[in-house]
């Protein structure tokens, strides 16, 4: 059931613009992801934070068909050309190499791809430079707190929980971020730009009720 | 566990939450202080120690020794937007694997 409008919400940020993705990303953090804490109702506030959440994992698979893209529009440059066919964003990505094809006996088209390839290796670059639990850490972490002798733990199971303590940091943080924000805003108190303790321990039990 | 041990431990992780935290604060350009990091990585600790037995009571109850990516989901059954996430995630491993059968046959 929530595989469909997963799909198409992917295929609508891809859509979009090069211009546009480019600043994409730190709006639809600073903007969308914060109001969840403050809207209990999980539906509303659940939706809000998934979307930014395709949005990184609609990245990492751009990034691969671009790079795809990139090894076909080379070998393609040098033959001959094809018949131009009608084919916008979705086709490009539901069948990367089939359809770049296509792409590049039109003129205009390939200077899209050119950039295309160029924000997908950027984005590869930084999906490399995200920093993690390293799975070794995780592993031990778990065995001592596990009671029972004899538990194990998969390995996919592990880089799975790896991901979820990194995602319970990052939100922390940027609840926190948001929520500074909107006290300055409110005029409650200033905006030193530095997250504290004290920030914390307000924005904690939320944080925990949600994780 | 000992102290010593767990002295060791907590600051492996401060370490590492601070390296995520670090990349955040970059990110959203803002600032962490040391406190916070601390203070955080205390939590982190606390919701490993509860995830971990959690995970160890799901996979017992399904009759495993093993701890598998299904207990993980299960942990994550009440945000289902986390539940996503990780869902997502987790195929994600799952196609990269299958993409490299060498791996996959070296692991076995």
Redesign the interface.
């Known amino acids: 059931m929530?595989a469909k409008p997963?799909r198409n919400r992917r295929v609508k940020i891809r859509v979009s613009p090069a211009s546009f993705k480019q600043h994409l990303p730190?709006p639809v953090?600073?903007l969308e992801m914060p109001p969840?804490p403050f809207n209990p109702p999980?539906?509303k506030?659940?939706?809000?934070?998934?979307t930014t959440?395709?949005s990184t994992?609609t990245k990492?698979?751009a990034s691969t068909t671009a790079t795809k893209r990139k090894a076909a529009a080379t070998s393609k440059k040098s033959k001959s050309q094809r018949a131009p066919e009608p084919s916008d964003e979705e086709d490009v990505e539901s069948n990367a190499s089939a359809s770049s094809k296509e792409d590049v006996s039109r003129g205009s088209e390939t200077s899209r791809i050119e950039v295309d390839v160029q924000e997908g290796v950027v984005e590869v670059v930084e999906e490399e430079?995200?920093?993690?639990?390293?799975p070794e850490?995780?592993t031990?972490?778990?065995h001592?707190?596990?009671?029972?002798d004899?538990?194990?733990?998969?390995?996919?199971?592990n880089?799975?929980?790896g991901?979820?303590?990194?995602?319970?940091?990052?939100e922390?943080?940027?609840r926190?971020?948001y929520m500074k924000r909107e006290q300055a805003e409110e005029g409650g108190r200033l905006d030193d730009?530095?997250?504290?303790?004290e920030?914390?321990?307000k924005l904690?039990p939320q944080?925990?009720l949600?994780? | 566990m000992d102290d010593e041990l767990q002295e060791r431990l907590k600051a492996a992780l401060w370490y590492s939450i601070g390296k995520i935290v670090d990349e955040e604060t970059m990110r959203l350009n803002t600032n962490a202080t040391p406190q916070f990091i601390g203070a955080l990585s205390e939590m982190v600790w606390a919701q490993i120690e509860n995830v971990a037995i959690d995970l160890e009571s799901f996979s017992r109850h399904a009759g495993r020794m093993t701890v598998n990516t299904d207990d993980v989901l299960l942990v994550t059954r009440r945000n289902d937007a986390l539940h996503g996430i990780i869902e997502d995630f987790i195929n994600k491993e799952k196609a990269k694997s299958a993409k490299t059968p060498g791996k996959a046959r070296a692991k076995k």
């Open positions: 929530r997963t730190p953090l600073n969840k999980r539906p506030g659940a939706g809000v934070k998934k959440a395709k994992a990492s698979k430079e995200r920093a993690t639990i390293p850490l995780l031990r972490l778990l001592e707190f596990f009671q029972q004899g538990t194990r733990i998969a390995k996919d199971a880089a799975a929980i991901k979820y303590v990194e995602i319970f940091t990052r922390s943080l940027t926190c971020v730009g530095f997250c504290e303790v920030d914390l321990e904690a944080l925990l949600d994780f």
